[in-house]
């Protein structure tokens, strides 16, 4: 089984709230990833959890907030978001950092208002 | 700095036209090469890793191809239901913290 699976798939969000997506492996995987990605270009990463640790912050605007509470969760905490922010957020998951394909969800489609 | 450049932009094809669509790279020291497809509004779907140039993978329709500079991905007599964008993306031995650096990507469309 290479699922990984994300909710919610679709938010719609005022530029006050706080919401937060989450995502979940069963693969055993100890790498997990977030991406963000408009249309017609490629995922961009936002961050990287190995083994339960943050090991990237591609210098991500500190209304995202990753966390990652055990090796098959990885949630993304949003508040204070821009309409620029509105964008498909990936996760994905590999078994290591190198030379391991990354296995994506189907992602959550994020509106902000 | 490693880069990686996929072509065409778009391709159009008719059903059962075989074609190829190119992947360009740069990295200092390949550590993988990674083809994936993506329906529009859905995560991409993984379809191929290769290691080394001379390596081969073939999955139904489609089959991946390595050099050290490129590498292809052939569609033989391709299905409308192939049409989606194939992303190529690499991993460099020197790529800062293993990322991995994605293509813009072909968009494939089947027409019946």
């Known amino acids: 089984d290479t699922e990984v699976t994300q909710t919610p798939k679709h938010l719609v969000m005022g530029m006050t709230n706080k919401k937060s997506l989450k995502c979940e492996q069963h693969m055993g995987h100890r790498a997990m990833y977030w991406y963000k990605q408009k249309a017609k270009k490629p995922p961009e990463l936002m961050f990287v959890y190995s083994y339960e640790k943050l090991s990237i912050n591609e210098s991500v605007p500190s209304r995202f907030s990753p966390e990652c509470p055990n090796s098959s969760l990885l949630n993304l905490h949003l508040h204070a978001l821009q309409p620029e922010d509105s964008a498909l957020y990936l996760c994905?998951?590999?078994?290591?950092?190198?030379?391991?394909?990354?296995?994506f969800g189907p992602g959550t489609r994020l509106t902000v208002t | 700095e490693d880069q990686v450049t996929q072509s065409p932009e778009a391709l159009r094809l008719q059903e059962g036209e075989s074609s190829s669509l190119n992947c360009s790279y740069t990295v200092s020291g390949l550590r993988g090469l990674f083809w994936y497809r993506q329906d529009p509004g859905k995560g991409p779907e993984f379809l191929f890793t290769?290691?080394?140039a001379g390596e081969e993978k073939e999955k139904e329709r489609l089959k991946a191809t390595l050099t050290k500079k490129e590498s292809f991905l052939h569609i033989t007599a391709p299905k409308p239901e192939d049409s989606a964008t194939y992303l190529c993306?690499?991993?460099?031995?020197?790529?800062?913290?293993?990322?991995?650096?994605f293509g813009k990507g072909t968009r494939l469309h089947i027409l019946p």
């Open positions: 994905a998951s590999s078994q290591g950092l190198a030379g391991n394909e990354q296995y």
């Open positions: 993306a690499v991993q460099g031995v020197m790529n800062r913290d293993d990322k991995i650096i």
């Open positions: 290769l290691y080394s």
